[in-house]
């Protein structure tokens, strides 16, 4: 017992110190780029490392401080300088035109600062754009639809498609038929369907795409009472 517990808390370890690794890394990574380079950051690496803050020189030192001068306002107000002829520029010419600089900071790389300019996108990168909003908006409203829908996703054994089912009905899910949404039918069944005499498992079975066996499977979750007793069965049967 003891062993398992070493076991988990070195593993356990082993995990902080990859997130405090990678945490760290992608810090490292977001200044680099919102700076424009890593001048500032390596040389806090060689402070650290080797010590020395200043450079003997004084010309290498005045062109070092200029430098981090740039970086720094980059990180600051996200604009992409590079010199600071560049930003006396920009200051003089948000004060003539009264423009905020929230806004041009809010541009996050559509401005360009020698220029002055807004910089028009390209129609591939608005159809980017638009095809990679489309594309989260359907990933987090699957995402929410799992959470909020009041019934269990399960998959059904023999014809390894997707059905949602609770203790009274059960439905298609788009996953159904091997992921392919083009290909999917929709249907319900319900514990009065089950319960008919007039009902065709053989035809149902057809229409919708399953095994004649997972219709009985369903029709005879339904007797079971509670979702909790529907899952139950279903890892019982599928297992």
Not at 21 to 38: D, E, I, P, Q
Not at 153 to 181: C, F, M, Q
Request: glycine residues 6%.
């Amino acid at each position: 017992m003891e062993s398992l517990i070493s076991s988990i808390w070195n593993f356990d370890g082993l995990i902080n110190s990859a997130l405090i690794f990678v945490t760290f890394g992608l810090l490292g990574v977001f200044l680099w780029k919102r700076a424009g380079s890593a001048y500032s950051l390596l040389n806090r690496l060689w402070e650290f490392c080797l010590g020395g803050k200043t450079f003997h020189d004084g010309k290498i030192n005045a062109y070092f401080n200029e430098r981090n001068d740039v970086e720094r306002f980059n990180v600051l107000f996200n604009v992409g300088a590079r010199n600071k002829e560049e930003i006396k520029s920009l200051i003089n010419w948000t004060k003539k035109k009264n423009i905020d600089i929230r806004h041009v900071t809010a541009a996050k790389g559509w401005f360009e600062i020698s220029t002055l300019k807004a910089i028009k996108p390209l129609f591939i990168a608005n159809v980017g754009v638009f095809v990679s909003c489309v594309l989260t908006m359907l990933l987090l409203s699957n995402f929410m639809l799992l959470a909020l829908k009041p019934s269990a996703l399960v998959r059904l054994g023999d014809d390894k498609s997707w059905v949602w089912i609770n203790d009274h009905i059960a439905e298609s899910s788009i996953w159904t038929n091997n992921y392919l949404p083009l290909n999917w039918t929709e249907w319900k069944l319900d514990k009065k369907q089950c319960e008919s005499e007039d009902f065709d498992k053989t035809v149902f079975s057809e229409k919708a795409g399953i095994s004649v066996r997972s219709v009985d499977r369903i029709c005879e979750n339904f007797s079971s009472g509670s979702l909790s007793d529907t899952l139950n069965y279903f890892c019982l049967v599928y297992k």
